[in-house]
């Protein structure tokens, strides 16, 4: 499994996963992106007592439990872009090119500005 | 590039584009997590008043603004894992391993009940 | 109690029940917006897999659940509302009144469109 | 209007603008708790790169802002809780209640942990 893409590896696996027990019948993008909001604040409920410190040094059980929190998250995300024929990876990619022109590296340094108000 | 992970070269994508704007002191796993919350639900916007049916075919410019959005998702998901050292891949094998114990085919097919309620 | 505004009321219940709790060290508006949106998601969860016409007729004891996480929107709105010194019921006025401009009787009749698509 | 309860009148205008705009059959509240929750991550929006302490001094033009998605948040609530025939200040009221035994003074003073660790 080493040499595999995980994201194309995950992807299949939810497929099958799905298919397994006829889950696509509730898979509709719009139930999904419900269900992905829904894992990320689970994983927002870790942290929002917490200071910004302590949330960088979180206790090994907190730890594992955040993880499954976003693997849920990564897990909805594959299967709502799986379902509209997204390529995550290729999207990521060309956000990051496009975010690099909105932040040139001079204006937007050490600043929360968004690029509308740089 | 083809032969790279892509969880690891957007990863480290993400490193470099974050130390270039000094903007590690703002990604605290805690505003990380408020960002990633921002992102799903400007994903969840787009089928706020769609029908299920219509979230399975949307038209080409809506498609290529949800792509956008969801490679928000994967951005800031990424991120919120490399602050916090969660490997995702590793975490949704792991995470889907627990949900087939959770929901055996038999109990759940065609079945939208949580696990607790099987 | 029926003749006193209910935001007022609510607002007085909750502040008494901070501070008797020592709470208000962690009730930051950053917190409490955190707070509001993983009390919104425990919301949404109980929809995410439900068709539109079996949202509109959840059975009594789902009906009991929904109310209750409805509550605690109500209550963390009131609280984060309070920190910052924001009317609600002046604020929600207002906004409905913008609305009426953006949203014209006749050029938004039966459509979901955005203002900026009419 | 001075005397009458806020939420029963925003109530009552919410439903005369949805009524003119023939906007009822979008109105499910499977898309309201959608709608609810993209507008409580329009709040977060605005907290999200921001220190706890920046939080409770937003400058004036922020305020405003955020009172205007706060309004939204309140919006979509009355909204939903009406659709759902919940009376959301006896829900709060009930709420306050509960957490009022789930969080002992005593047990919970100053303390952010959930009642099922105390």
């Keep these: 499994m080493s040499a595999e893409d995980p994201l194309i590896e995950l992807r299949d696996r939810l497929r099958h996963f799905a298919a397994e027990r006829d ?23 870790h942290f929002q007592w917490l200071s910004e ?8 059980d907190k730890l594992l439990e955040v993880g499954e929190e976003a693997a849920d998250v990564l897990v909805y995300l594959i299967r709502l872009a799986d379902k509209l024929g997204i390529d995550l990876a290729a999207a990521a990619r060309a956000k990051i090119a496009v975010n690099a022109l909105k932040y040139p590296v001079e204006k937007s340094r050490g600043s929360i500005r968004k690029y509308t108000e740089l």
Tied chains: 1, 2, 3, 4.
């Design 23 to 45: 889950w696509d019948q509730f898979h509709s993008p719009k139930n999904l992106a419900m269900a992905l909001s829904v894992e990320v604040a689970e994983l927002v409920e």
């Design 53 to 60: 410190d302590a949330s960088l040094s979180l206790p090994a």
